[in-house]
């Protein structure tokens, strides 16, 4: 029988270091680009893939995120006596229904994989989705409904990737390339940032992915990786191992690297310039700085 994937991890237990002072009191998945969290970009994608289960591996510290999930009831009703019909229509459309979402706390920060190991139990036995909010993507259809589609065919392990320069492919987790057949990759595995000119390829994995529970067994290993952590590559390296498949996905769209500071000014500036009531006001504001700019030189 073919299976469909229905819940999605999200890890959101990361210290947000980079984005200090901001986030020392604020957690960094609630950092908005223009007015949403990055972690709603990240449930609105999974939802449209499908999901309907979303796990959050969270730590201490990070309670304005499961508020931000809450229903807002007294706001609400002070938009409708307003008749600020629209202010609110967006507000309800962040309220998560009870129970399609849990709070897992990842108790020590041991590593990606640790962190996915974390949910094992609500995901039990089935294919599941990791969304890692920091990556954010932009594109007509969201990557994880692609990917999902790309799921249903191989039912297999997908994970995201995207060409990288070579002198970043020590960033990320790097696809060991079997048959190159476009948009889906076969791999003979995956390293985790690899050393600079050890790549074995310069797809990396970008943050989402379709895994079989067999990555949970092989999780269980605890074995640390790269940076002295229990990396989810390898855990998917392992499953590949066992004689799994595991695909790159090209997907279309654009990543934006939000987990640093330059990358989530350039999904500021994308996703306030896809909006109709800011388009006109930020492109002349950036035309001026550019030719201010170029006068200077
Ligand atoms: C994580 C993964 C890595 C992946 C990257 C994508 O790394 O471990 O395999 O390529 O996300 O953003 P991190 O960025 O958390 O160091």
Same mark, same amino acid.
């Given at each position: 029988?073919?299976? %469909?994937?229905?819940?999605?991890?999200f890890p959101v237990?990361g210290?947000g270091?980079r984005f200090?002072?901001a986030?020392?009191?604020?957690?960094k998945e609630i950092m908005t680009l223009v007015d949403r969290p990055l972690v709603q970009y990240a449930i609105d994608e999974a939802?449209a893939? #499908? +999901? %309907? /289960?979303? *796990?959050?591996?969270?730590?201490?510290?990070?309670?304005?995120?499961?508020? @931000?999930?809450? $229903?807002?009831?007294? !706001?609400?009703?002070? &938009?409708?006596?307003?008749?600020?019909?629209?202010?609110?229509?967006?507000?309800?459309?962040?309220?998560?229904?009870?129970?399609? *979402?849990?709070?897992?706390?990842?108790?020590?920060? !041991?590593? &990606?994989?640790?962190?996915?190991?974390?949910?094992?139990?609500?995901?039990?036995? /089935?294919?599941?989705?990791?969304i890692l909010p920091d990556d954010v993507i932009a594109g007509d259809k969201p990557c994880l409904?692609q990917m999902?589609?790309?799921?249903?065919?191989?039912?297999?392990? *997908?994970?995201a990737a995207m060409e990288v320069p070579?002198?970043q492919?020590?960033s990320y987790?790097?696809?060991?390339?079997?048959?190159?057949?476009?948009? +889906?990759?076969?791999?003979? #595995?995956?390293?985790? =940032?690899? /050393?600079?000119?050890?790549?074995?390829? $310069? !797809?990396a994995v970008i943050g989402r992915?379709?895994?079989?529970?067999?990555?949970?067994? =092989?999780? $269980?290993?605890?074995?640390?990786?790269?940076? #002295?952590? *229990?990396? !989810?590559?390898?855990?998917?390296?392992?499953?590949?191992?066992? #004689?799994?498949?595991? @695909?790159?996905?090209r997907f279309k769209g654009q990543r934006f690297d939000c987990g640093s500071k330059a990358g989530f000014l350039q999904a500021t500036v994308a996703f306030a310039l896809a909006r109709?009531?800011l388009?006109?006001?930020l492109?002349? @504001?950036l $035309?001026?700085?550019?030719?201010?700019?170029?006068?200077?030189?």
């Open positions: 029988m073919r299976k %469909k994937v229905t819940k999605a991890i237990a210290l270091t200090l002072p986030t020392k009191s604020v957690p939802r893939a #499908g +999901i %309907k /289960e979303f *796990i959050f591996v969270t730590s201490r510290g990070k309670g304005a995120l499961e508020d @931000y999930f809450d $229903n807002a009831p007294q !706001l609400e009703q002070e &938009l409708r006596r307003k008749g600020k019909d629209e202010l609110l229509e967006i507000l309800k459309s962040t309220n998560m229904e009870s129970g399609e *979402i849990a709070y897992m706390r990842q108790h020590k920060p !041991l590593g &990606l994989g640790h962190a996915v190991w974390c949910a094992r139990r609500l995901i039990a036995n /089935e294919p599941f989705a990791v409904a999902v589609e790309a799921f249903e065919e191989t039912q297999s392990n *997908i994970v070579e002198d492919a020590s987790g790097v696809l060991d390339i079997k048959e190159d057949m476009g948009a +889906i990759v076969s791999t003979k #595995g995956m390293v985790e =940032k690899p /050393e600079f000119g050890t790549a074995p390829s $310069n !797809l992915y379709i895994l079989t529970p067999t990555v949970l067994q =092989k999780l $269980n290993k605890k074995r640390t990786g790269a940076g #002295g952590e *229990i990396q !989810l590559t390898d855990a998917i390296a392992d499953a590949r191992e066992d #004689g799994e498949e595991v @695909y790159g996905y109709d009531e388009r006109d006001d492109w002349a @504001y $035309n001026d700085v550019v030719h201010s700019e170029k006068a200077a030189q």
